[in-house]
C-alpha cells in the first residue's frame, strides 16, 4: 500500500494536470463563445428595429456574458489550484492521515485502471476526470481547516457544467444567429 505522502502526491499531480487541461479547454471553449454569441448579437441588431431591438440589446448581452462568462470563471478558478499547489498538497496529506474516508477516495481515484500513456500523453478525457473527484469533494467538505483541498474540489466538479453552460450558450446563439440572418436578409 502506498504512503501518504506518495498518495498526497499523486493526488495533487492529478489535480494539478487536471487544471492544466481544463483551463486550455475553458479557455478554447470562451473564445468559440465570445466569437458564435459576439456574431449573433451583432446580426441581432443589425436585424431587429424598434423595441425588439431594444430588448435584444439588453437580452443579448446579458446572455453574452452569462455565455462568455461561465468558462472563463472555470479558467479562473483552475489556474488557481496550480498557484497554490503546495498548499494542496499540505491538505491531502493532513485529510489522508487523520481520515480513513479520506485516503480510501484518493486511492480509488488515483488507482483509476487505464492503459499506459503513449508518448507522454495522458489518454484520459478532461470531463471524464473531474467525475472522479466528487467523493473527494465531499470528504473534503467536511473538514473546517482546510482551505486549497475544498476549493481544488470546487473548481475541478464545477468545470463540466460551467463548460455545458457555455456550449449551450453556443447552440443558443447559433440558433438566434440562424434566425436573425433570416430576418436580416428577408
Do not use: C, H
Amino acid at each position: 500500500m502506498a504512503t501518504v505522502d506518495e498518495l498526497a502526491r499523486q493526488m495533487a499531480t492529478l489535480v494539478t494536470t487536471l487544471a492544466r487541461k481544463g483551463k486550455v479547454v475553458a479557455t478554447g471553449v470562451a473564445v468559440v463563445v465570445l466569437l458564435v454569441g459576439g456574431l449573433a448579437y451583432l446580426t441581432g441588431l443589425a436585424a431587429l428595429d424598434g423595441s425588439a431591438r431594444s430588448l435584444w440589446t439588453v437580452l443579448g448581452l446579458v446572455m453574452l456574458m452569462v455565455a462568455v462568462g461561465a468558462p472563463l470563471l472555470a479558467r479562473w478558478r483552475l489556474a488557481s489550484i496550480s498557484n497554490r499547489a503546495s498548499g494542496l498538497l499540505g491538505d491531502l496529506r493532513t485529510l489522508i492521515a487523520r481520515d480513513a474516508d479520506a485516503q480510501r477516495v484518493v486511492i480509488d481515484t488515483v488507482a483509476v485502471e487505464e492503459p499506459l500513456p503513449v508518448a507522454g500523453r495522458d489518454p484520459r478525457p478532461v470531463i471524464y476526470d473531474s467525475r472522479q473527484f466528487n467523493g473527494l469533494r465531499t470528504v473534503s467538505s467536511r473538514a473546517n481547516d482546510l482551505r486549497e483541498l475544498p476549493r481544488a474540489m470546487r473548481a475541478v466538479t464545477t468545470l463540466p457544467l460551467l463548460l455545458g453552460i457555455a456550449l449551450l450558450g453556443v447552440v443558443v446563439f447559433g440558433t438566434l444567429g440562424f434566425v436573425f440572418l433570416l430576418a436580416w436578409i428577408f
